[in-house]
Nanobody, 126 residues
């Protein structure tokens, strides 16, 4: 399955954005999904994850209470809702997918994922 992320842009601190990641060449059924972000010179950082069932989610401490992850399997799309954006949220955001043996497990490590989208840039100005 191929992933295509979209929805990034330039916003001001305090604004909201919703990123989308759509699958092609297959559906996201039975895939656990995640969002990561990366800034130049730094390693890719975990942001949020959702299990294949959609019943379990997890977000990193740095975005807890501001970001939410959700999925719509009918549209083969995963979303990252971002509220109260801060300048430190500025990064390229990547979606990722993997098949999992357990429908309720989420994954938070880069190497857990086999499929990656191309990234969408989010810039938050102060």
């Amino acid at each position: 399955v191929q992933l295509q992320a979209s929805g990034g842009g330039l916003v001001q601190a305090g604004d909201s954005l919703r990123l989308s990641c759509a699958a092609s060449g297959g559906t996201l059924d039975n895939y656990a999904l995640g969002w990561f972000r990366q800034t130049p010179g730094k390693e890719r950082e975990f942001v949020a994850a959702i299990s294949a069932s959609g019943r379990t989610t997890y977000v990193s401490f740095s975005v807890k209470g501001r970001f939410t992850i959700s999925r719509d399997d009918a549209k083969s799309t995963v979303y990252l809702g971002m509220n109260s954006l801060k300048p430190e949220d500025t990064a390229a955001y990547y979606c990722a997918a993997r098949r999992g043996p357990d429908s309720d497990t989420y994954y938070i490590l880069n190497y857990d994922y086999a499929n990656w989208g191309q990234g969408t840039l989010v810039t938050v100005s102060s």
